[in-house]
């Protein structure tokens, strides 16, 4: 039994990524072999190459987290035909992310009673291009008033597509002008009107797997400085909310690599935009909280692969969420702490903390001694290079060393070293 090993081959689809990856690559190399259920397993990783496949080519990678799917349908279906055939286990699922956009994530999040703003769909500015739309839209399309939709939104409000990312679209609109002016652009893109909060603080959360950081986002600064190293910038109750939020809806969509955007005022969080099949994880976005966002990464990959986490194909039944939903004898904190329930049984998040603390122990240190390295160094130089114009990447380097360098105190704070 003792030369029982598995190799378990982790799949990287990438875009022009290669900080995290690199990051990854180097932080899976010291998860080691791991001894369970009677047999050693060892962890590899590999850069998936896209080429033609036949249906029924056997899929070597037990896992992939995918970078690349949300917009280039070939590695998408690929995707799929592993999750069908070989139960490739997926980060995230296509299945879902096609079918749960922006949109049915709002109205699902709305039933179970979170604070989405007012959000009203209007139909499309110009006509679908197909000849056989004329008919059907002056038969049945009831005329709209758009004006009368707008303010009963009430002004500011904001103007985005139903299945938006990437600020594509989104519009801020103060008035009568603005608005149509936003409509008309809007095109063929099918629309969103939501209603603004005014918030204290923006909380981005990034979820993988059960762990999840909830971090102090200002979307108004460059890039580099989006996120402020600020603990505790929430309410105790904020805080708690915010992090279920993330939870809950990757729990109740299938996803397990994803970013949740929260605008808080007071104790009241609103989710506004939660399906990010591609968060962002990048160094110069991340930098305090990239060690830990990868090495999530690599720790959930792990925990997948050894212990032979079934994924799920296709989208889930929502119906035990559905049930706390209806219930009209519980609070909206209640039903809050019962979705978190139910979230942390999806992700089997004691059992997995448990896991981490037999198998990877030595990690955190591992991870720390490296982002002190050399090694990580020249992961910096490189990104910051490729990134900035030249005379910029003084600035930046010493930008990016600080961040992570208060990271390194912090954590070897934690650890105890
Ligand atoms: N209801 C709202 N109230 C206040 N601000 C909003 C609201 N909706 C959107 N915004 C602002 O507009 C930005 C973009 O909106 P949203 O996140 O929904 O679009 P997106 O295309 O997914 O953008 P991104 O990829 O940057 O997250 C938000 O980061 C926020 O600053
Ligand atoms: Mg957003």
Redesign the pocket.
């Known amino acids: 039994m003792a030369n029982d090993v598995r190799t378990h081959l982790i799949g990287l689809l990438l875009g022009a990524e290669e900080d995290w990856p690199r990051a990854f690559e180097s932080i899976l190399g010291m998860v080691g072999p791991i001894k369970a259920g009677g047999q050693t397993h060892t962890l590899a990783s590999e850069r998936v190459r896209i080429h033609p496949f036949d249906l029924t080519d056997p899929v070597r990678h037990g896992l992939v987290i995918d970078r690349l799917a949300y917009w280039y349908y070939h590695p998408r279906e690929w995707l799929k035909k592993a999750s069908l055939m070989d139960d490739t286990y997926l980060l995230n699922s296509p299945f879902t992310f096609q079918a749960m956009e922006k949109h049915s994530a709002y109205v699902a999040m709305l039933r179970l009673g979170m604070k989405i703003?007012k959000t009203v769909l209007v139909p499309y500015k110009n006509p679908v291009d197909n000849v056989r739309w004329a008919y059907t839209a002056s038969r049945y399309n009831d005329p709209f008033d758009l004006e009368s939709i707008a303010e009963e939104v009430g002004y500011p409000l904001?103007m985005?597509p139903f299945d938006?990312?990437?600020?594509?679209g989104?519009s801020r609109v103060d008035d009568v002008e603005g608005l149509h002016r936003s409509y008309d652009e809007s095109g063929n893109m099918l629309m969103h009107l939501?209603?603004?909060?005014d918030?204290d603080h923006?909380a981005r959360a990034l979820s993988i797997g059960p762990e999840t950081m909830v971090m102090d986002f200002r979307?108004g600064e460059p890039m580099h400085s989006r996120y402020a190293v600020t603990h505790d910038f929430l309410s105790p109750q904020a805080g708690w909310e915010a992090e279920t939020v993330s939870k809950v809806v990757n729990a109740f969509f299938g996803w397990e690599f994803n970013s949740a955007?929260m605008?808080v005022k007071g104790d009241e969080v609103h989710p506004?935009?939660y399906a990010n099949a591609c968060p962002d994880v990048a160094l110069t976005s991340l930098h305090y909280y990239f060690p830990w966002a990868i090495t999530a990464l690599v720790r959930w990959s792990a925990y997948c692969m050894v212990t032979g986490r079934q994924s799920f194909i296709g989208v889930r039944s929502p119906r035990a969420y559905f049930d706390v939903a209806d219930d009209p004898d519980r609070s909206y904190t209640e039903k809050m702490q019962a979705y978190r329930r139910l979230a942390d049984e999806e992700f089997e998040t004691d059992r997995y903390w448990e896991w981490c603390e037999q198998h990877l122990p030595h990690l955190p240190e591992r991870v720390l001694e490296w982002v002190g390295s050399d090694d990580f160094d020249r992961l910096l130089v490189d990104t910051v290079t490729a990134t900035y114009p030249e005379h910029e990447h003084e600035q930046f380097l010493a930008h990016f060393r600080g961040l992570t360098g208060m990271w390194m105190n912090d954590q070897s704070h934690d650890l105890g070293a």
Do not use: C, H, M, S
Request: overall charge neutral; cysteine-free; proline content about 10%.
């Open positions: 703003p904001y985005k938006g990312g990437g600020w594509r989104v939501q209603a603004t909060i918030y923006f979307p955007e605008l506004i935009d």
